[in-house]
């Protein structure tokens, strides 16, 4: 697995990938704190912390938007080479288990979101005080909600993977990507957010008393078994080489 994961690594040197990396949480830092200031009689309320109503603009242009969009990306990237000239049966014809390849393309697009979230955070706290928030930093409880919704991508992950496995071009899990984002803030606010792929990590990353979870046991639970029933399909798909 580590010789995969470093493979991995080195097919993505030439991607440009760290534009990504940087984009993403600019382009949702950006929104959030422009939306708060804009609106800041609407969100400020006494006794509330400035800090967590910025991240819940946050959440909102990052979680149902740049971050499912990334993830799809990430995903397409992480199979375009193998893609490209019969990359997939060299790579099948390795002493590898399949197991283990399916494993270090998920575990690298993991890393990959983790990486994310984190420019992120220094982002988002960054931008903070540049923009002279004078507030007690819960530095614990945001960190918390940056766990929460790298949890929540990866089912996600999985089903982009999937699909991008399956697509022999990087436009199509990308256009998948974008289509199933776009209704994502509508359907959030419906009981179909909780298992909607799409939507879970928006509702992981905001606070509870901005999200429509009534049951954190149940989210987490449907959560979980999402991500079993991908992981042992994709296992199990991308064992019969047929799929390729």
């Not at 938007?65 to 992480?78: E, H």
């Amino acid at each position: 697995m580590k010789n995969i994961l470093f493979v991995e690594r080195l097919k993505l040197k030439r991607s440009n990938l760290w534009l990504l990396y940087f984009i993403g949480p600019i382009l949702g830092v950006s929104l959030a704190y422009f939306n708060f200031f804009k609106n800041y009689d609407l969100f400020m309320q006494p006794g509330d912390n400035a800090w967590i109503e910025v991240w819940t603009q946050a959440a909102l242009f990052i979680g149902p938007f740049v971050l499912p969009i990334l993830v799809g990306i990430y995903s397409a990237l992480i199979c375009r080479s193998e893609h490209a000239g019969g990359g997939w049966k060299q790579l099948l014809a390795l002493p590898v288990k399949h197991s283990d390849i399916f494993l270090g393309k998920f575990v690298t697009v993991v890393h990959m979101v983790i990486i994310t979230m984190l420019i992120l955070l220094i982002f988002f706290i960054g931008f903070g005080y540049i923009k002279g928030i004078k507030d007690t930093l819960p530095i614990f409880t945001i960190l918390g909600y940056i766990i929460n919704g790298i949890i929540a991508c990866l089912p996600l992950i999985l089903l982009q993977l999937i699909i991008s496995i399956r697509a022999k071009t990087f436009g199509i899990p990308l256009a998948i990507s974008i289509v199933f984002t776009l209704p994502a803030i509508i359907v959030a606010s419906t009981p179909l957010g909780q298992i909607y792929p799409w939507t879970q990590p928006m509702l992981a990353m905001s606070p509870k008393d901005e999200s429509p979870i009534q049951s954190y046991f149940l989210f987490y639970t449907l959560l979980g078994g999402t991500f079993i029933i991908l992981l042992v399909y994709g296992l199990r798909s991308f064992s019969k080489q047929d799929i390729i």
